[in-house]
Protein backbone atom coordinates (compact mmCIF):
# COMPACT_ATOMS: atom_id res chain seq x y z
CA UNK A 1 0.00 0.00 0.00
CA UNK A 2 1.10 3.64 -0.77
CA UNK A 3 2.66 5.65 2.17
CA UNK A 4 0.69 8.54 1.85
CA UNK A 5 -2.62 6.36 1.56
CA UNK A 6 -1.63 4.83 4.76
CA UNK A 7 -0.31 8.63 6.47
CA UNK A 8 -4.29 9.55 5.39
CA UNK A 9 -6.21 6.53 7.20
CA UNK A 10 -4.04 6.96 10.08
CA UNK A 11 -5.04 10.82 10.10
CA UNK A 12 -8.75 10.09 9.60
CA UNK A 13 -8.70 7.60 12.24
CA UNK A 14 -7.14 9.83 14.86
CA UNK A 15 -9.67 12.87 13.47
CA UNK A 16 -12.58 10.72 14.03
CA UNK A 17 -11.13 8.99 17.68
CA UNK A 18 -10.57 12.55 18.92
CA UNK A 19 -14.29 14.08 18.03
CA UNK A 20 -15.53 11.80 21.12
CA UNK A 21 -12.10 13.95 23.25
CA UNK A 22 -13.72 17.31 22.09
CA UNK A 23 -17.50 16.83 22.99
CA UNK A 24 -18.71 19.84 25.39
CA UNK A 25 -20.12 18.45 28.57
CA UNK A 26 -23.91 19.98 29.07
CA UNK A 27 -24.14 21.24 32.90
CA UNK A 28 -21.82 23.55 34.97
CA UNK A 29 -22.29 23.46 38.77
CA UNK A 30 -22.24 26.89 39.79
CA UNK A 31 -20.84 26.15 43.60
CA UNK A 32 -20.96 29.28 46.43
CA UNK A 33 -22.07 27.49 50.12
CA UNK A 34 -18.79 29.43 51.13
CA UNK A 35 -20.08 32.30 50.74
CA UNK A 36 -21.39 34.19 54.17
CA UNK A 37 -25.05 33.86 52.25
CA UNK A 38 -26.19 33.59 48.68
CA UNK A 39 -24.70 36.00 46.15
CA UNK A 40 -27.01 37.81 44.33
CA UNK A 41 -25.45 36.61 41.23
CA UNK A 42 -24.85 32.76 41.34
CA UNK A 43 -24.41 32.36 37.92
CA UNK A 44 -20.82 33.89 37.76
CA UNK A 45 -17.65 32.77 36.61
CA UNK A 46 -16.37 32.85 40.02
CA UNK A 47 -18.29 30.54 41.12
CA UNK A 48 -17.92 27.74 38.57
CA UNK A 49 -16.92 24.40 40.48
CA UNK A 50 -17.36 21.85 37.39
CA UNK A 51 -18.71 20.96 34.15
CA UNK A 52 -20.93 17.30 33.91
CA UNK A 53 -22.85 15.56 31.31
CA UNK A 54 -25.70 14.64 32.98
CA UNK A 55 -27.52 16.69 35.72
CA UNK A 56 -27.35 13.12 38.11
CA UNK A 57 -23.48 14.11 38.00
CA UNK A 58 -23.72 17.59 38.52
CA UNK A 59 -26.33 17.48 41.59
CA UNK A 60 -23.98 14.56 43.23
CA UNK A 61 -20.89 16.76 42.84
CA UNK A 62 -22.60 19.61 44.80
CA UNK A 63 -24.12 17.38 47.38
CA UNK A 64 -20.54 15.98 47.78
CA UNK A 65 -18.79 19.06 48.20
CA UNK A 66 -21.52 20.27 50.95
CA UNK A 67 -21.19 16.92 52.74
CA UNK A 68 -17.18 17.55 52.87
CA UNK A 69 -17.27 21.34 54.14
CA UNK A 70 -19.54 20.12 56.78
CA UNK A 71 -22.35 22.98 54.83
CA UNK A 72 -24.67 19.56 54.06
CA UNK A 73 -28.79 21.26 53.29
CA UNK A 74 -30.79 20.79 55.74
CA UNK A 75 -34.27 21.67 55.07
CA UNK A 76 -36.07 23.58 57.80
CA UNK A 77 -39.42 25.60 57.87
CA UNK A 78 -39.06 29.21 59.37
CA UNK A 79 -40.32 28.55 62.72
CA UNK A 80 -37.25 26.13 63.15
CA UNK A 81 -34.86 28.91 61.37
CA UNK A 82 -36.04 31.17 64.16
CA UNK A 83 -35.23 28.79 66.74
CA UNK A 84 -31.67 27.47 65.54
CA UNK A 85 -29.98 30.15 66.24
CA UNK A 86 -26.99 28.53 67.91
CA UNK A 87 -26.66 25.95 64.82
CA UNK A 88 -25.43 26.80 61.89
CA UNK A 89 -27.83 25.94 58.74
CA UNK A 90 -27.66 26.33 55.16
CA UNK A 91 -30.53 27.94 54.32
CA UNK A 92 -30.14 27.16 50.45
CA UNK A 93 -28.41 24.34 48.86
CA UNK A 94 -25.11 26.33 48.29
CA UNK A 95 -24.82 25.52 44.32
CA UNK A 96 -26.99 25.19 41.43
CA UNK A 97 -26.52 23.38 38.25
CA UNK A 98 -27.30 24.82 35.08
CA UNK A 99 -27.64 23.42 31.58
CA UNK A 100 -25.56 24.50 28.20
CA UNK A 101 -23.77 27.25 29.85
CA UNK A 102 -21.50 29.87 27.47
CA UNK A 103 -19.49 33.17 28.30
CA UNK A 104 -19.89 36.38 25.98
CA UNK A 105 -18.06 38.63 24.98
CA UNK A 106 -18.64 40.77 27.77
CA UNK A 107 -17.04 37.67 30.23
CA UNK A 108 -20.94 36.88 31.28
CA UNK A 109 -22.57 33.44 32.05
CA UNK A 110 -25.75 32.71 29.73
CA UNK A 111 -27.39 28.86 30.53
CA UNK A 112 -29.97 28.07 28.70
Do not use: H
Not at 20 to 36: I, Q
Not at 48 to 55: M, P, Q, R, S
Amino acid sequence: MNSKILIKIVFCLGLVSLAGCLRTPEWTLFYYADEAQKPQNPINTDYIAGYYDTLEQCQLKGDGMLRLSGKSYVAMDNSALENATAIPVAIEKGYQCEQLCEVNDDNVVICK
